[in-house]
């Protein structure tokens, strides 16, 4: 499978990249050799085999339902990029 | 002996007789960092007064006799862990402004046992890469030199920072992180011990996410009884990391002292790859003697999925981080680049944020995630990983650990292997598999090739019983006895 100049530009803006023309001429063949490069667990028998999605060991662990911390905006603020009060700031969404 | 040149052993010894103070020890590594860092490039921030402030309580402690072995120790934080008030980047420049407010859970360990931190070492971008080449403030230089030449090589990725600071002398140890092979590959590279302990041993909290089913920390030291140390003491059962295992962290540096006699070590047939140097062969063949000769039986054995670990890895890793590296949006952390509305500005912050490999990665993850496309990429991935983890257990089954060769080559140049992607994913061969298992694996030098440059062997071993994977390396670092030295180093 190969991908054409339209699917990158398609999955860019899936990723929230901005790209310019010349790297999606890079991209392509970048991604397209890797791709190439897995196509090769396709010869892999998976019939029946159970998905792996985790490296640990045990059963994922439950705790009790409290809270346990808050009360620390101006800490979580304190690396915003834009701050309006006690808020994030972001470019106006709504007209 | 200078003190830049001690072991952590060495160094706590000395400390805890009181023939040399936590300060001295972090001057002198404060100095070798001022000298030598502007030509390795190990540290993207070093942290001269912080390491004095850690000094002087360390020596408090040592006088007040609440110290630990890590009191007073200077290390090298690979700046992939989130420390309190001191910038954290990720070798990104999205997140080049970025003072973390908390502390990860493995450096509050370290901080808690007395240690000394030098300063944030460097890395590739988010991790993503094997010779320290795609990180956002420049590469950083192999303190080993090929003999004969000058030419720069690289310490490998992506703990490279971690691993040319603890080569050359300018931090007695170092954290490192490791996904595919990030902490064995370097310290193959710059002839250290580095171990990757099993997933879940090392708490997740506060380092900056790659590949979250993947991501271990684990230490990097110039011994094995080093690396061990450092291990015992960013272990331990974290609440606040679902993944982290409730179990006890046993003494690893007493495993280190354990004979090996008796022990099933198993040599993999499917790692004898096409085109492996005879110099690597050979190193390994060694290594198998080393361990017979000291009262191992040696096994042949079979991981028939080997060869798919490093495709089945080029899915997952890229899945996982196309996911984790959504959060970085120029809004609640990290740099911003202003945009025409909301979609615009992540479109621009994240295009000038990010470098080339890690947006090949998110698309590469964003496709294989991407409706349509899933179960052919990803779910097949899957399963194939739990065929990689069925080889381990059946293997292990038989033997108690597994030696192998870390890396396909020694370190390369700077310059080298850059031709495309894949090229360089191929220095992953032999690390991958057992990250995708999720068991403990080490590198330690072994010897030095034709060229005078360090190579490492790995060992592997069953899941939480890094106690083995110590006791087998420290059989090979005595068969070795491994003492060459980098050319740059401090003096």
């Given at each position: 499978?190969s991908?054409?100049?339209?699917?990158?530009?398609?999955?860019?803006?899936?990723?929230?990249?901005?790209?310019?023309?010349?790297?999606?001429?890079?991209?392509?063949?970048?991604?397209?050799?890797?791709?190439?490069?897995?196509?090769?667990?396709?010869?892999?028998?998976?019939?029946?085999?159970?998905?792996l999605?985790?490296?640990?060991?045990?059963?994922?662990?439950?705790r009790?339902?409290?809270?346990?911390?808050?009360?620390?905006?101006?800490?979580?603020?304190a690396?915003?990029?834009?701050?309006?009060?006690?808020?994030?700031g972001?470019?106006?969404?709504v007209? | 002996?200078?003190?830049?040149?001690?072991?952590?052993?060495?160094?706590?010894?000395?400390?805890?007789?009181?023939?040399?103070?936590?300060?001295?020890?972090?001057?002198?590594h404060?100095?070798?960092?001022a000298a030598?860092?502007?030509?390795?490039?190990?540290?993207?921030?070093?942290?001269?007064?912080v390491?004095l402030?850690?000094?002087?309580?360390?020596?408090?402690?040592?006088?007040?006799?609440?110290?630990t072995?890590?009191?007073?120790?200077?290390?090298?934080?690979?700046?992939?862990?989130?420390?309190?008030?001191?910038?954290?980047t990720?070798?990104?420049?999205?997140?080049?402004?970025?003072?973390?407010?908390?502390?990860?859970?493995?450096?509050?360990?370290?901080?808690?046992?007395?240690?000394?931190?030098?300063?944030?070492?460097?890395?590739?971008?988010?991790?993503?890469?094997?010779?320290?080449?795609?990180?956002?403030?420049g590469?950083?230089?192999?303190?080993?030199?090929?003999?004969?030449?000058?030419?720069?090589?690289?310490?490998?990725?992506?703990?490279?920072?971690?691993?040319?600071?603890?080569?050359?002398?300018?931090?007695?140890?170092?954290?490192?992180?490791?996904?595919g092979?990030s902490?064995r590959q370097p310290?193959?590279?710059?002839?250290?011990?580095?171990?990757?302990?099993?997933?879940?041993?090392?708490?997740r909290?506060?380092?900056?996410?790659?590949?979250?089913?993947?991501?271990?920390?684990?230490?990097m030291?110039?011994t094995v009884?080093?690396?061990a140390?450092?291990?015992?003491?960013?272990?331990?059962?974290?609440p606040?990391d679902?993944?982290?295992?409730?179990?006890?962290?046993?003494?690893?540096?007493?495993?280190?002292?354990?004979?090996?006699k008796?022990l099933?070590?198993?040599?993999?047939?499917?790692?004898?790859?096409d085109?492996?140097?005879?110099?690597?062969?050979?190193?390994?063949?060694?290594?198998?003697?080393?361990?017979?000769?000291?009262?191992?039986?040696?096994?042949?054995?079979?991981?028939?999925?080997?060869?798919?670990?490093?495709?089945?890895y080029y899915?997952v890793?890229?899945?996982?981080?196309?996911?984790?590296?959504?959060?970085?949006?120029?809004?609640?952390?990290?740099?911003?680049?202003?945009?025409e509305?909301?979609?615009d500005?992540y479109e621009?912050?994240?295009?000038?944020?990010?470098?080339?490999?890690?947006?090949r990665?998110?698309?590469?993850?964003?496709?294989?995630?991407?409706?349509?496309?899933?179960?052919?990429?990803?779910?097949?991935?899957?399963?194939?990983?739990?065929?990689?983890?069925?080889?381990?257990?059946?293997?292990?089954?038989?033997?108690?650990?597994i030696?192998?060769?870390?890396?396909?080559?020694?370190?390369?140049?700077?310059?080298?292997?850059?031709?495309?992607?894949?090229?360089?994913?191929?220095n992953?061969?032999?690390?991958?598999?057992?990250s995708?298992a999720?068991?403990?694996?080490?590198?330690?030098?072994?010897?030095?090739?034709?060229?005078?440059l360090?190579?490492?062997?790995?060992?592997?071993?069953?899941h939480?019983?890094?106690?083995?994977?110590?006791?087998?390396?420290?059989?090979i670092?005595?068969?070795?006895?491994?003492?060459?030295?980098?050319?740059?180093?401090?003096?």
């Amino acid at each position: 499978m190969s991908l054409d100049s339209a699917t990158v530009r398609r999955i860019a803006k899936l990723a929230r990249i901005r790209v310019t023309e010349p790297e999606i001429v890079t991209l392509q063949s970048e991604l397209n050799a890797i791709l190439g490069y897995v196509e090769q667990l396709n010869e892999v028998d998976v019939e029946g085999v159970e998905p792996l999605s985790g490296g640990a060991q045990m059963a994922m662990r439950l705790r009790e339902d409290t809270v346990t911390d808050g009360d620390m905006a101006e800490q979580i603020l304190a690396n915003a990029p834009d701050r309006i009060g006690p808020y994030f700031g972001v470019p106006k969404v709504v007209e | 002996m200078s003190l830049t040149d001690l072991t952590i052993a060495q160094a706590a010894a000395a400390l805890a007789a009181r023939q040399i103070s936590a300060h001295e020890l972090a001057s002198a590594h404060n100095a070798a960092i001022a000298a030598l860092n502007p030509r390795l490039n190990a540290f993207i921030t070093p942290t001269p007064e912080v390491a004095l402030a850690h000094a002087e309580a360390a020596d408090a402690r040592l006088k007040d006799s609440t110290a630990t072995p890590l009191t007073g120790i200077p290390l090298a934080i690979k700046d992939l862990f989130c420390t309190a008030g001191v910038r954290t980047t990720a070798a990104s420049r999205i997140l080049e402004p970025f003072i973390p407010p908390y502390e990860s859970t493995v450096t509050a360990n370290l901080l808690a046992a007395g240690a000394v931190f030098l300063g944030k070492a460097n890395l590739d971008e988010f991790a993503m890469g094997s010779s320290n080449i795609t990180s956002g403030y420049g590469p950083v230089e192999n303190p080993w030199k090929r003999a004969g030449s000058d030419a720069k090589l690289v310490p490998g990725g992506s703990s490279g920072g971690s691993a040319a600071a603890v080569a050359a002398r300018l931090a007695l140890g170092a954290t490192g992180t490791d996904t595919g092979g990030s902490i064995r590959q370097p310290a193959a590279f710059t002839g250290l011990a580095g171990i990757k302990p099993t997933y879940g041993r090392c708490s997740r909290y506060g380092v900056v996410a790659f590949a979250s089913s993947l991501d271990q920390a684990g230490p990097m030291a110039r011994t094995v009884e080093d690396a061990a140390i450092l291990l015992a003491a960013m272990s331990g059962f974290d609440p606040r990391d679902s993944t982290s295992a409730e179990r006890p962290v046993p003494d690893f540096r007493a495993a280190t002292h354990r004979p090996i006699k008796g022990l099933r070590i198993g040599i993999p047939a499917e790692y004898r790859m096409d085109g492996m140097s005879p110099e690597i062969a050979a190193l390994w063949e060694t290594g198998i003697t080393w361990l017979r000769e000291q009262g191992a039986q040696i096994h042949d054995i079979s991981l028939p999925h080997t060869k798919y670990g490093l495709p089945v890895y080029y899915i997952v890793a890229p899945a996982e981080a196309s996911s984790n590296l959504a959060r970085y949006d120029g809004v609640r952390y990290g740099a911003r680049v202003d945009g025409e509305d909301l979609i615009d500005m992540y479109e621009r912050t994240r295009a000038a944020g990010f470098g080339a490999e890690v947006k090949r990665r998110i698309m590469i993850g964003t496709y294989v995630l991407s409706a349509g496309y899933y179960d052919a990429y990803y779910l097949r991935a899957q399963k194939i990983r739990a065929l990689i983890l069925r080889d381990f257990t059946q293997a292990f089954a038989k033997v108690d650990a597994i030696l192998t060769p870390t890396a396909p080559s020694a370190a390369f140049g700077l310059g080298e292997k850059m031709d495309d992607p894949v090229t360089m994913y191929l220095n992953d061969v032999f690390t991958v598999p057992a990250s995708l298992a999720g068991v403990p694996a080490m590198s330690v030098p072994a010897g030095l090739n034709a060229e005078g440059l360090p190579l490492g062997l790995q060992i592997i071993g069953k899941h939480f019983d890094e106690e083995t994977v110590f006791s087998v390396a420290a059989a090979i670092e005595r068969a070795a006895s491994f003492t060459a030295k980098p050319i740059v180093r401090a003096a």
